[in-house]
């Protein structure tokens, strides 16, 4: 960005900080989706390897089955879980749905269309990805 | 180039360190800080925070305001992070002794706290902001256009935006795409979408029809908490989006 146009870039678009819950979960949307996009890619590299036959496919199926791996795995869980929830969440949203009514404001102004719906949307995204890693990180530790 | 001042005078009241963003884009390299200190009761504003600068110390700040009093759209800037009206924003609701101002972001500096705002008035101007239909209630034989209470409040929330431009210096996608409509252009497109005797429904979805039109916003609602009249651009946004598909006719 140049400085005179003045804008606040990728720093000022990925900073969560100041807007609420509701950025947060903008925020997280784009690095879940970042995430899974490059699990995507590593996840075809992966099978791929069914090529160079069994031992080729077990080899590289150890990798995933060390305890980095095992992270990896369970931080994919939460991604996944996050941006499908959050997501159904935003596609309602983006339809008009539960984003509340046009009315005439009434001061402190809090806008409707950040209702108590939509953050019980994004709360239970986060606490249903967090159980959902626990629970891979339980079968996957507790093996 | 950093210089703290003080009114030794004004014993009565409270006092914090006013910093100012500076920058003149003819003649600086880059952005810095002036500090000053400021009195200030439980009602002065940042806006009489910034002028009482003007007056007593440095008069070359540069800051644009006029009504004093959130009706004008003048005077918005970052203050302490977050893009605010100075007029509307009381130095006693921050709850901080330090406060730092500086121009809103994702408009060009002409100088100091002083935005450009020809990009917000453009785009404004080209979703159409008026009612678009062949006939006109100016006439003298014509009849006025007639509409419910239910109809009014369709859109006159939207009617009460007065183009501040906090909302587009709030929202991300307008952080890194200098393309993107924007929230404020959106919102008004969705006013007079929404406007019963209004007939220009299908020429405006088509401008905002675009890769840098309405799709490009993603639900963030910063737009919205920042917004100082209650207009809730995010809402129109997402309704107007019901229209475009098919959730709503």
Not at chain 2, 187 to 197: C, G, L
């Amino acid at each position: 960005m140049t400085q005179d146009e003045h804008k606040e870039g990728f720093k000022g678009m990925a900073n969560p900080s100041r807007y609420g819950i509701e950025r947060v979960a903008y925020w997280l949307m784009r690095l879940s989706g970042l995430g899974l996009l490059a699990y995507f890619i590593g996840h075809i590299y992966e099978t791929s390897n069914i090529l160079r036959g069994r031992v080729g496919w077990n080899e590289f199926l150890e990798l995933t089955q060390t305890t980095e791996g095992h992270i990896v795995l369970a931080i994919v869980i939460a991604m996944c879980v996050f941006h499908t929830v959050n997501g159904i969440r935003v596609m309602l949203g983006h339809g008009g749905v539960g984003v509340g009514k046009p009315a005439r404001p009434d001061y402190p102004y809090d806008p409707a269309s950040q209702n108590y719906r939509h953050k019980i949307g994004i709360y239970s995204a986060i606490i249903l990805a967090a159980i959902a890693m626990m629970y891979g990180l339980a079968v996957m530790f507790g093996e | 180039m950093a210089q703290v001042s003080s009114i030794a005078d004004d014993q009565s009241s409270k006092s914090i360190t006013l910093r100012i963003a500076r920058y003149n884009p003819e003649k600086d390299s880059e952005r810095q800080f002036m500090e000053f200190t400021v009195p200030y009761e439980k009602w002065t504003t940042v806006l009489e925070a910034i002028l009482d600068v003007k007056k007593h110390f440095d008069h070359s700040v540069a800051v644009r305001y006029s009504c004093r009093q959130a009706t004008c759209g003048s005077c918005g800037m970052i203050i302490n992070g977050k893009p605010r009206l100075a007029c509307f924003t009381k130095i006693s609701e921050l709850d901080s002794n330090i406060v730092t101002v500086e121009p809103m972001n994702n408009f060009p500096i002409i100088r100091d706290l002083a935005v450009k705002f020809e990009r917000l008035f453009d785009t404004h101007h080209k979703i159409k902001p008026y009612l678009d239909r062949d006939d006109t209630e100016l006439e003298s034989d014509a009849k006025e256009f007639l509409q419910s209470p239910e109809e009014l409040e369709q859109y006159i929330q939207f009617a009460n935006c007065i183009k501040c431009g906090l909302c587009n210096s709030a929202c991300p996608t307008m952080a890194t795409d200098s393309s993107f409509v924007g929230p404020q252009a959106l919102a008004q497109a969705y006013r007079y979408v929404a406007d019963s005797r209004d007939k220009g429904k299908d020429s405006r979805l088509k401008i905002i029809d675009d890769s840098h039109g309405i799709w490009r916003c993603h639900f963030a609602g910063s737009c919205s908490q920042v917004c100082p009249k209650g207009v809730d651009p995010a809402m129109g946004i997402q309704l107007l989006r019901g229209y475009m598909l098919g959730f709503r006719s």
